[in-house]
Structure formats: C-alpha cells, structure tokens
Nanobody, 121 residues
Framework: QLQASGGGLVQAGGSLRLSCAVS????????MGWFRRAPGKEREFVAA????????DYTDSVKGRFTISRDNAENTVYLQMNSLKPEDTAVYFC????????????????WGQGTQVTVSS
C-alpha cells in the first residue's frame, strides 16, 4: 500500500513537501517515482529515485525546484517542492517500480491514491 500526503493550497513561490509511506512491500529494493496529472491532461512523470537513493531523475520543468529523496528505514519517499508555480497544480501520485534502477514510465507496478497540490497565482 502506498499512502501519499502533504498536498494542499499554496501561493506561487511557496513550498510543499509530499510524503509517500509504503507498507507491505520491500521498500528498499525498488525505485520510487512521483507523477502528476493536471486537469485535462495526461499523467506525467515528475521525478524518480533509485533503490538506494544514490541516483535521481527529474522532468525538465521541475529541475532545480523539486527534490526527491527517500528514507529506507522509514519506508517513505519524499518530494520537496520549492518555487511552486501555478502550472504545478495537479494531483500528485507516488509509485513503486518493479525494479531498483531509475525508470521514467515503464515498470511502475504499484500506485498511491494521489494528493492534490494547488498553486494560486
């Protein structure tokens, strides 16, 4: 089970930290990712982190503003979002890959329920 939290309403330029707690899986063996779906748009990749946390990947639009991290002792992955923009408004989902290395789209086997992030201008 993946439980995402931390979403909310924030003004442009503000920050939010999303968390995704994982239970029932061997968390430390698998890569984790964050995705988002804006109103009227397809779900898109946001960020990923490998099993150990030593490698990360970001979509271009969030590079330098978002940071993905993980705590394998706590079975939790985080997404620190700074300098938020109205175009970051979306439902954010965490996902667990079926592999340990970085992946952007394929190999995500388990998904959380999503948390709403709304950025006002």
């Amino acid at each position: 089970q993946l439980q995402a939290s931390g979403g909310g309403l924030v003004q442009a330029g503000g920050s939010l930290r999303l968390s995704c707690a994982v239970s029932g899986r061997t968390f430390s063996s698998y890569a984790m990712g964050w995705f988002r779906r804006a109103p009227g748009k397809e779900r898109e990749f946001v960020a990923a982190i490998n099993w150990s946390g030593s490698s990360t990947d970001y979509t271009d639009s969030v590079k330098g503003r978002f940071t993905i991290s993980r705590d394998n002792a706590e079975n939790t992955v985080y997404l620190q979002m700074n300098s938020l923009k109205p175009e970051d408004t979306a439902v954010y989902f965490c996902a667990m890959a079926a592999v340990g290395y970085l992946v952007r789209h394929s190999s995500y086997a388990f998904w959380g329920q999503g948390t709403q992030v709304t950025v006002s201008s």
